[in-house]
């Protein structure tokens, strides 16, 4: 794939050009955003709107790293839909019980069913550590994502969140911490191997 | 405190050092820290447990693709592109001309008024007769105030008196090149009431023009009225030079550029998030 050629055509106006960008880059983006999020519809919405955004904002893109500058939309996308969801919190229904009681939880609306996602997490230790990654900041998850999850190096990721070296390595080493920190509380889920030393770290 | 930032700055350098990403010396220098800090020892393999277990989510697949539709976002790129370059050039330059104007407005034009106001009498003089101008003089015993008003007009020139003068009487014969006594180098001491002497000239004293005012600049005598006292001088050159219209015209030019800065600008705009 000739990125190079299919940007410019793209910036001409060739939909199919950027469409094909798009099937290249569609997994590690919606990777990063189910990360980020932390559940797979708002990580879709997010990854749409990223592509979308990055579609009208091409010609701002001035060289370098297409994958650093994709991810930079990608993770401004995510802190957008986050805070979004924030200001319009999903859960807009108040039943009623037979007595005129609320039901603060919609329990039929919920489904138990585990999402493909969550069937493909089905071992306890990897929720544990979903749940440790969605307790930190955004800064601090963006940064750990970028760099533990997708294996970016350090300075795909300072372009990519738009901050200098430092700032990345000061908030990857905090995050790791920071999980670290949290998985000592789901230290019986951890093999033997990756026992944890929470005595000695503390 | 001091502990904190020695602790976060420990833990900065185990993780860069998980990641490769220490230069030769820092990392040297942990290494033989690690050999003999167990505690920090025991910091770096949490940390690189956090790290492996992280590495170990697995990837997620996209559900569905992600590819754009036309009704998702407009394709009129290429057909805004010339218009984009234009309007972008024009309000580029407007913004440009506009600055350089404003400039020159402040810096030029408002540096003459400024100097212009520390002569107000000089300005009314001006303005009273800038519609006829007066004849150059024939005999000048200082300075006309040539471009009064201009840059290098001397307010000075107004309020003190140059040379203590004598005036030739219009029947006497005029000497063909115009003679200017001088009684004594130039003095700064006033000019005193008495009257003027005669013995340089012996001229009847009623026939001698009236004296004028101690503090009147005598620039000369204007021949074409019978050796006229000429007071004060508004060359004709000044008069054509004097820029009447000009702030007005370069206040019409900087509107114009900054209608077409705004309307270029909020066009731009317009057009870029119609997009």
Not at chain 1, 26 to 42: F, L, S
Not at chain 2, 53 to 79: G, K, Y
Not at chain 2, 131 to 153: F, K, R, S, V
């Amino acid at each position: 794939m000739d990125e190079q050629a299919l940007i410019q055509d793209a910036l001409e106006g060739n939909l199919d050009a950027f469409n094909s960008l798009v099937l290249h880059y569609q997994d590690m983006t919606y990777n990063v955003a189910y990360r980020i999020m932390g559940e797979p519809d708002a990580a879709g919405d997010a990854t749409q709107e990223a592509f979308i955004s990055a579609y009208k904002k091409l010609a701002q893109y001035r060289g370098g790293s297409f994958k650093a500058w994709l991810l930079r939309i990608v993770t401004n996308a995510c802190y957008d839909e986050l805070r979004r969801r924030q200001r319009q919190p999903v859960t807009p229904l108040k039943p009623e019980l037979d007595d005129g009681e609320i039901l603060e939880n919609p329990f039929w609306i919920e489904d138990d069913a585990p999402t493909p996602e969550e069937q493909s997490e089905d071992s306890e230790l990897l929720t544990a550590i979903k749940h440790c990654i969605n307790e930190l900041d955004f800064k601090f998850r963006t940064v750990l994502v970028l760099v533990d999850v997708e294996g970016l190096d350090y300075e795909t990721a300072a372009e990519a969140v738009g901050t200098p070296l430092g700032t990345v390595k000061s908030r990857l080493a905090r995050a790791r911490e920071k999980v670290q920190s949290c998985l000592q509380g789901f230290r019986e889920l951890l093999p033997d191997l990756f026992r944890l030393n929470g005595e000695e770290s503390a | 405190m001091k502990n904190e930032r020695k602790r976060i700055q420990d833990l900065k350098q185990l993780s860069a050092y998980l990641d490769g990403e220490l230069n030769l010396a820092s990392r040297q220098q942990l290494e033989i820290r690690l050999s003999h800090e167990p505690a920090l020892r025991a910091k770096l393999e949490n940390l690189h447990t956090a790290k492996v277990l992280l590495s170990r989510l697995p990837r997620q697949q996209a559900p569905r693709n992600f590819t754009l539709t036309p009704d998702m976002v407009p394709v009129q790129r290429r057909a805004h592109k010339p218009l984009f370059t234009t309007l972008k050039l024009a309000t580029s330059l407007a913004a440009i001309l506009l600055v350089i104007l404003v400039g020159f407005e402040f810096l030029v034009i408002d540096n003459l008024q400024g100097r212009m106001a520390m002569a107000p009498e000089a300005v009314m003089e001006v303005a009273t007769f800038a519609d006829e101008p007066t004849p150059e003089p024939l005999i000048l015993w200082a300075d006309p105030p040539q471009g009064l008003g201009q840059a290098e007009m001397d307010v000075d020139a107004f309020s003190e008196p140059v040379v203590e003068l004598e005036v030739a009487p219009p029947d006497v014969d005029p000497p063909e090149e115009p003679v200017l006594e001088e009684e004594e180098p130039l003095s700064d001491e006033p000019l005193s009431d008495e009257p003027l002497s005669d013995e340089p000239l012996s001229v009847p004293k009623e026939k001698s023009e009236p004296r004028p005012k101690q503090d009147m600049l005598i620039l000369g005598i204007n021949p074409d009225q019978g050796g006229e006292i000429i007071e004060r001088s508004v060359p004709a050159s000044y008069m054509e030079e004097m820029p009447r219209s000009q702030p007005g015209t370069l206040r019409l030019i900087q509107y114009a550029l900054a209608i077409i800065f705004l309307t270029g600008g909020l066009t731009l705009w317009a057009l870029y998030h119609r997009q």
